[in-house]
């Protein structure tokens, strides 16, 4: 697989992609047509055209799937797929009803360059479960894509010292969620993206994939019965793709 799992598309001071937007065209097929998930908020044209405006001047042809009138064939003419942030559990619902949830993971287990954003983020996880999104709808499952066997959590933030804020923190609710399931979790802060790419093996043909972060930004990362972990852009992960997860396992 072929994978760009951004953080976040809006960086504070800077346009949209702006801040990621180099990687994103060097990782898209040069004129690549690319199949834009926009179901994430409510305004679908407004928001194909926002990522319209910040793509078409890099010679990326964006078409969002609600204009076509079989989501899931768009994504037959397209060179790569691109699921936008918003609400994680809108996105996914829509992925359900209109048959996206299995033809996404299907063309993007047979090769379809596949990029996240936020939510979009989220949906290359197993399951909804490290979202920070309030459930606005419900879904007919937390199960998301599955394109990676471990959970991300985007637009990690990290607890403020400063602050008389006395509800929890990001990293109490993801130590809360290994109380309960033995996955690790990818804390992407903004800024920062997970990148994994497969390559040929020399040995019988085989896939051998990677996986590494990126970014302006260290990610921190959650495994069960562990310290946090600092991963500094460049770190390799690709361990993270050998990862077996067990949800529903409470800690004994």
């Known amino acids: 697989m072929n994978l760009l799992l951004l953080s976040n598309s809006t960086q504070y001071g800077r346009g949209y992609l702006e801040h990621a937007l180099d ?14 998930v926009p179901y994430a908020l409510a305004d679908h044209d407004t928001y194909t055209a926002r990522v319209r405006g910040a793509l078409e001047p890099a010679g990326i042809t964006v078409r969002g799937v609600h204009e076509h009138a079989d989501p899931v064939a768009a994504l037959k003419d397209a060179d790569a797929v691109f699921i936008g942030g918003g609400n994680s559990f809108r996105l996914l619902s829509a992925l359900y009803r209109t048959g996206l949830r299995e033809a996404v993971a299907d063309a993007v287990r047979a090769g379809l360059p596949y ?9 290359a996880a197993p399951t909804l479960r490290t979202t920070n999104d309030m459930p606005i709808v419900q879904p007919p499952s937390f199960a998301a894509l599955g394109l990676v066997p471990f959970q991300i959590n985007p637009h990690y933030l990290d607890p403020d010292p400063a602050s008389t804020h006395k509800g929890e923190t990001r990293e109490e609710r993801l130590t809360e969620f290994l109380e309960e399931n033995d996955v690790p979790v990818l804390g992407l802060r903004e800024g920062s993206w997970l990148r994994v790419e497969g390559e040929a093996a020399r040995a019988e043909g085989a896939r051998v994939e990677g996986a590494r972060v990126e970014g302006a930004r260290p990610a921190r990362l959650f495994v069960r019965g562990a310290e946090p972990q600092e991963l500094a852009a ?8 050998r990862t077996e997860p067990r949800f529903d396992a409470p800690a004994r």
Do not use: E
């Not at 460049?234 to 793709?241: A, F, I, K, Q, Y």
């Open 234 to 241: 460049g770190t390799d992960v690709s361990r993270l793709l």
């Open 23 to 36: 990687t994103v065209t060097g990782f898209l097929p040069a004129r690549a047509r690319l199949a834009f």
């Open 115 to 123: 990029m996240g954003a936020s939510a979009g983020t989220n949906m």
